[in-house]
């Protein structure tokens, strides 16, 4: 079978070509799908704009997607910027400046904007007004720019961090989850298809467990197979021994456990003696950033039940002595 892959520009990333492009393309999310359809097309038969909205969860769940999907379905141009590119006033007002009529701006890593950023979309949203200061001192004065009517879409991996009044300014949010094996399994098989892959239904199975319910993960995952199928298998089928060789390669075990997740689970278990051990503390113990254990190993390790989170910190569950083979503690 000729992959799709080998009909497109070499310069396009191989994770664009994966996304979905249309609705029925994108498994899992059904509620999320459900809602914001209903959304877009009230809007479509009002010839409005539709609302601002926010994405909120874990990195990998479909937000980006999600925001290509809106932008198809509303025939609008999508324009893209994130928290940590826009530093000062000025980097936001000039892309305010350049939104056109019915535009759709997304605005990924929302929670990294500051507080004076936050403030120039206020107005913004809510009255399409971009206010800018000009001068200095006594001689400062305040000008309002029309904006033309977006919609504006914002993702974050922490809504905690968004401000009150710039979570409010959002006409709905939206909060992905985490995906189920089955939709996993799915990802994977149209991802296969259009890398071309031949690919057994075991060896589908066993990489979507490994996948932390996260169709990145999961692509990221399929990818490194085909790699080392093309190198060790000729190019043959992907079997369920391919996929067992791959992931031993990458230290990748059954849950999907990465190096450094059972180096955390083993700080708490050996170090702190199971826990609880606060976060600044097994930060610094792993000499790491507190934010890289909160947003991208701990959501996951709690999700299957390896770590719990208490008032006094974090503490390995029974499950995480039991699948590190560590002799195990009861929990107090």
């Not at 009230?42 to 539709?50: F, G, L, P, Q, T």
């Not at 937000?63 to 809106?70: C, D, G, Q």
Request: charged share 25%.
């Amino acid at each position: 079978m000729e992959s799709e892959v080998n009909n497109i520009n070499d310069t396009q990333a191989i994770d664009v070509i994966l996304r979905p492009t249309k609705w029925d393309e994108y498994v899992g999310q059904e509620k999320v799908k459900e809602q914001l359809k209903i959304m877009l097309e009230a809007s479509k038969r009002r010839n409005e704009v539709c609302d601002h909205v926010l994405f909120y969860g874990q990195a990998g769940l479909g937000k980006t997607t999600l925001a290509h999907l809106v932008a198809r379905e509303m025939g609008a141009n999508l324009k893209i910027t994130s928290g940590p590119s826009l530093e000062k006033v000025g980097d936001i007002a000039a892309v305010l400046t350049n939104i056109e009529q019915g535009d759709v701006l997304f605005i990924d890593e929302a929670h990294r904007l500051n507080r004076m950023n936050e403030e120039v979309l206020y107005p913004a949203m809510e009255e399409r007004k971009l206010n800018l200061i000009v001068g200095k001192g006594p001689t400062a004065r305040t000008i309002a720019l029309d904006l033309p009517p977006f919609m504006l879409i914002a993702a974050t991996t922490r809504a905690n961090l968004l401000s009150g009044p710039l979570r409010s300014r959002f006409g709905a949010s939206f909060k992905l989850d985490y995906y189920n094996t089955e939709n996993i399994q799915s990802i994977i098989e149209r991802s296969a298809k259009i890398l071309g892959m031949k690919i057994d239904q075991k060896a589908v199975s066993i990489i979507a467990e490994a996948s932390r319910f996260t169709p990145r993960v999961a692509n990221r995952l399929l990818k490194r197979v085909r790699d080392y199928g093309e190198v060790y298998n000729q190019g043959e089928a992907i079997s369920e021994e391919i996929v067992k060789e791959t992931f031993k390669m990458l230290e990748i075990d059954t849950l999907g456990l990465e190096p450094y997740d059972r180096r955390l689970l083993e700080m708490i278990i050996d170090k702190f003696n199971g826990g609880p051990v606060g976060v600044a503390t097994l930060a610094a113990a792993l000499n790491d950033d507190r934010g890289n254990i909160e947003d991208v190993h701990e959501p996951f390790l709690m999700s299957i039940g390896l770590m719990i989170r208490t008032p006094s910190g974090r503490v390995a569950t029974d499950h995480a002595y039991k699948h590190l083979g560590k002799i195990s503690k009861k929990l107090n």
